[in-house]
């Protein structure tokens, strides 16, 4: 299996300077996430799952593929589009109880 030719559930931005907000596609809503508002950004020891705060809450993602790809475009703000749905997006609002 050629995991290169697969399309992954994150899309990098190249553009100079990074994109101000990241696009996270879920089940029921599209929204922006302002870069300067996601803190917090870590990964398990495997990278299969990942996440952070941003204005929205904490956000959850979870993968069966490592992530570490994603974690180290979300250190250079270069994660243009986070597609939630097929990383199993969770999102715990501000004040919701864990």
């Known amino acids: 299996m050629n995991t290169d030719t697969e399309e992954k559930p994150w ?3 190249r553009s100079i300077p990074p ?3 990241v696009w996270l596609i879920t089940e029921e809503k599209n929204r922006l996430l302002s ?3 996601i803190q917090k950004i870590e990964a398990a020891e495997d990278f299969l799952s990942l996440r952070f705060l941003c204005e929205y809450g ?5 993968s069966q593929e490592s992530m570490k790809e994603l974690f180290e475009l979300m250190r250079l703000e270069r994660v243009a589009c986070l597609d939630g749905r097929l990383l199993h997006c969770r999102i715990q ?5 864990a």
């Open 58 to 62: 904490l956000v959850t993602l979870a």
């Open 93 to 97: 609002e501000s004040g919701e109880d």
């Open 35 to 37: 870069w300067a508002m």
């Open 11 to 13: 899309k990098c931005s």
């Open 19 to 21: 994109e101000p907000r």
